[in-house]
């Protein structure tokens, strides 16, 4: 079978063979082998039939991609893209958009009669603690004959999660698995002392090395504390990343890209890197072609492509991560894509980029923040990054390396053992109602639709099955007839009966909290805290709390918008604008305080296992973005080790998408409505406006 002029691999053929036949498909194989041609497939069937389609997305980047994607593909008309702060063409017969985005219109029961199908990139997101109940909202909303595409590369429980899924759209899902890559991996470690090896020939030298320290350390009896000084001079003079490029350019394995998990680290590295070269690693022909890109591009970016950069890119390094100006992104990806770099230092949100391999990944180590404290990388995780080794085309072998001293070897041995198994973690349910999505199943279904939605969740299917399992176990118990197989019996009962009504107990307890704190009366009719709620997604108690409280009476327009920007995001440990809060946002930001600390709030945290942000040094930016500062001026005030460009415009957009929901608050108030259009529109501009 042959599409696009491409002869198609078995497991592409067996999908698109699926979604021919009207099934949903689950797509689980390596990055790189080619899941996207089965989305690019269904997008030209329902475009070829005269049938909406709409692909979404975990994030932003991968959406606006996706978007650029396709409007060369099949022609800018027939693409458009819904962002929440970007609405590009919304008619369009193809819609790319966020997860989020096609849940809000689920809910608003828009017509849906011509979609043919939903594709759901990385659908394993489903488990992420923040938004996977997202994704469930969504496969549980869309109507029956929708057919779902849900690509991942990570899912290892695929066939609970295809019945699952078949159980929620009632009709036959089709798992197609591909475990071989396109493009094999090889596995090295790397240290001064072992060279570029295969982990079995490292591991033979650490346990010589380890051998001959147990035997000194018997000889000499001051053995431990030379070891320790030993050790102490190790982590001073161990191995670097500078050490790595010599091995990668020694063994011709560049490009690469070189994974760490600090923002101020991948700059920091391509610096250093860019200053120990004492040539470019571009040819003549490529450094032309760069020169060209960093001509075009300086054009628009202006002197955020500052000299270090350019000397930077010219000399084929490069670094990434989400806070880097959003053009100097765009540029880095481009030269990247086209080839003219050769080592490029980046956080984990280059391994979620569509379509861009290297030939080698290098890890600076295996453990990053997870949000709750450093933690070594899932095997998803790892996998997710390792993934990009290996061009289809122009690689028989994709390399991965480790960076890793001996006195790192010892506690991350049984870690890099699963690694290299490459067998991920199974995909659990993380569902969590927001409160916006109760109060819009209140208004929406009565309370025996309610319960039915709730137990269609995967978390309840999972729960349910659980049960079933406890009361066999409780049923053979009983046919025991001791009494201590009774007792046994009688406890295992009550985990089935808590398993089957935990999702409910869950829901029935949040909407206990909003009729005691009055935002719905006892028979459950909407007062006006439940009114509000119902158009705010964002921080949705607290932002509730505030328009209640009349905080947001009364104020500048661009400190509305400030407030918006401190409600949504919050600035990096390590930085701080330099100027401080004019007279009216130090008295605003104390009275949000307030609110945010009220017992309203605190208990909804509570209830949601989600914190609410509040940063009033945000505020400060977000209010001189409205005044009309360029971007420039604002990075300008913070002092920070890192570029915040992008987040700033990420933090803005953000703000700018708890501007319109503000707005709908304010649908029956003329007034604060205009007021409301007005921030949006003054907001929406320059970089906050740019697709990338």
């Given at each position: 079978m042959n599409y696009r002029g491409l002869t198609l691999d078995p497991f592409q053929q067996s999908a698109i063979a699926a979604l021919q036949r009207k099934h949903s498909v689950l797509v689980s194989a390596p990055t790189g082998t080619g899941k996207t041609i089965i989305a690019d497939w269904i997008v030209e069937r329902a475009l070829s039939t005269g049938k909406q389609v709409i692909y979404t997305a975990p994030i932003k980047a991968l959406s606006n991609q996706k978007f650029r994607d396709y409007c060369r593909h099949h022609g800018e008309e027939n693409v458009g893209l819904v962002t929440g702060d970007l609405v590009i063409r919304r008619d369009a017969p193809c819609l790319v958009m966020t997860t989020e985005i096609l849940r809000n219109i689920l809910l608003g029961d828009e017509?849906?009669?011509?979609?043919?199908?939903?594709?759901?990139?990385?659908?394993?997101?489903?488990?992420d603690r923040e938004r996977g109940t997202v994704w469930e909202e969504v496969l549980?909303?869309?109507?029956?004959?929708?057919?779902?595409?849900?690509?991942?590369?990570?899912?290892?429980?695929?066939?609970?999660?295809?019945?699952?899924?078949?159980?929620?759209?009632?009709?036959?899902?089709?798992?197609?698995?591909?475990?071989?890559?396109?493009?094999?991996?090889?596995?090295?470690?790397f240290s001064k002392d072992t060279g570029l090896v295969d982990p079995a020939v490292y591991e033979q030298k650490y346990k010589k090395r380890k051998g001959g320290e147990t035997r000194q350390r018997g000889r000499n009896k001051k053995g431990r504390a030379a070891e320790r000084r030993g050790r102490g001079r190790g982590r001073a003079g161990g191995t670097t990343h500078v050490d790595v490029f010599h091995a990668m350019r020694d063994n011709e394995l560049l490009p690469y890209l070189y994974f760490v998990f600090s923002r101020r680290d991948t700059e920091a590295l391509a610096r250093a890197l860019t200053r120990s070269l004492t040539t470019t690693l571009l040819s003549e022909e490529e450094l032309a072609r760069t020169d060209e890109r960093i001509a075009r591009a300086s054009e628009e970016i202006g002197s955020a492509l500052d000299e270090e950069l350019i000397y930077m890119y010219r000399g084929g390094v490069a670094f990434h991560h989400a806070g880097l100006h959003v053009q100097l992104k765009n540029l880095v990806e481009?030269?990247?894509?086209?080839?003219?770099?050769?080592?490029?230092?980046?956080?984990?949100?280059?391994?979620?980029?569509?379509?861009?391999?290297?030939?080698?990944?290098?890890?600076?180590?295996?453990?990053?923040?997870?949000?709750?404290?450093?933690?070594?990388?899932?095997?998803?995780?790892?996998?997710?990054?390792?993934?990009?080794?290996?061009?289809?085309?122009?690689?028989?072998?994709?390399?991965?390396?480790?960076?890793?001293?001996?006195?790192?070897?010892?506690?991350?041995?049984?870690?890099?053992?699963?690694?290299?198994?490459?067998?991920?973690?199974?995909?659990?349910?993380?569902?969590?109602?927001?409160?916006?999505?109760?109060?819009?199943?209140?208004?929406?279904?009565?309370?025996?639709?309610?319960?039915?939605?709730?137990?269609?969740?995967?978390?309840?299917?999972?729960?349910?099955?659980?049960?079933?399992?406890?009361?066999?176990?409780?049923?053979?118990?009983?046919?025991?007839?001791?009494?201590?197989?009774?007792?046994?019996?009688?406890?295992?009962?009550?985990?089935?009966?808590?398993?089957?009504?935990?999702?409910?107990?869950?829901?029935?307890?949040k909407v206990s909290y909003l009729q005691q704190v009055g935002y719905l009366s006892d028979n459950l009719t909407f007062n006006a805290g439940a009114r509000l709620l119902r158009h705010l997604q964002i921080a949705d108690v607290l932002v509730t709390e505030l328009v209640l409280s009349g905080a947001l009476e009364d104020l500048p327009p661009s400190t509305l918008f400030g407030i918006c920007a401190g409600l949504t995001n919050s600035l990096p440990r390590q930085a701080r604008p330099i100027g401080g809060p004019t007279v009216i946002e130090r008295k605003i930001s104390k009275a949000i305080r307030t609110v945010r600390m009220s017992p309203v709030v605190t208990q909804a945290e509570t209830l949601s296992g989600q914190e609410v942000e509040w940063d009033p040094e945000v505020m400060i930016l977000g209010r001189m973005w409205a005044d009309g500062d360029d971007l420039e001026t604002i990075v300008a005030s913070v002092v920070s080790t890192t570029d915040l460009a992008g987040d700033l415009i990420t933090g803005f957009r953000r703000a700018k998408d708890l501007a319109s929901q503000l707005r709908e608050v304010y649908a029956e108030d003329p007034d604060r409505r205009v007021l409301w259009t007005q921030i949006i529109r003054t907001v929406s501009r320059d970089e906050v406006e740019v697709v990338g």
């Open positions: 017509p849906l009669d011509d979609l043919m199908a939903v594709v759901l990139d990385e659908i394993h997101f489903l488990d549980i909303y869309l109507p029956p004959h929708v057919r779902i595409v849900g690509l991942s590369a990570t899912l290892s429980n695929l066939d609970e999660f295809a019945g699952w899924l078949e159980h929620v759209r009632g009709h036959t899902v089709t798992v197609v698995r591909e475990d071989e890559r396109t493009v094999p991996l090889r596995f090295h470690h481009e030269l990247y894509e086209d080839k003219l770099l050769k080592v490029l230092y980046t956080t984990s949100t280059f391994a979620l980029g569509i379509n861009m391999p290297a030939r080698s990944v290098v890890f600076d180590g295996v453990k990053k923040y997870d949000g709750r404290g450093v933690n070594p990388l899932t095997t998803r995780g790892f996998m997710q990054k390792a993934g990009r080794a290996g061009r289809r085309g122009m690689d028989d072998v994709g390399h991965v390396v480790l960076r890793m001293d001996f006195s790192d070897y010892t506690e991350l041995r049984p870690l890099l053992a699963r690694y290299r198994e490459a067998v991920p973690e199974p995909v659990r349910s993380s569902f969590n109602l927001s409160f916006n999505s109760i109060v819009h199943l209140l208004e929406r279904h009565d309370p025996d639709r309610i319960r039915d939605i709730l137990d269609r969740s995967f978390l309840s299917w999972h729960l349910q099955r659980k049960a079933v399992t406890h009361a066999r176990q409780a049923d053979a118990l009983r046919d025991g007839g001791t009494a201590r197989a009774k007792r046994e019996a009688k406890a295992l009962e009550g985990r089935a009966e808590r398993a089957r009504s935990r999702v409910y107990d869950e829901y029935r307890a």
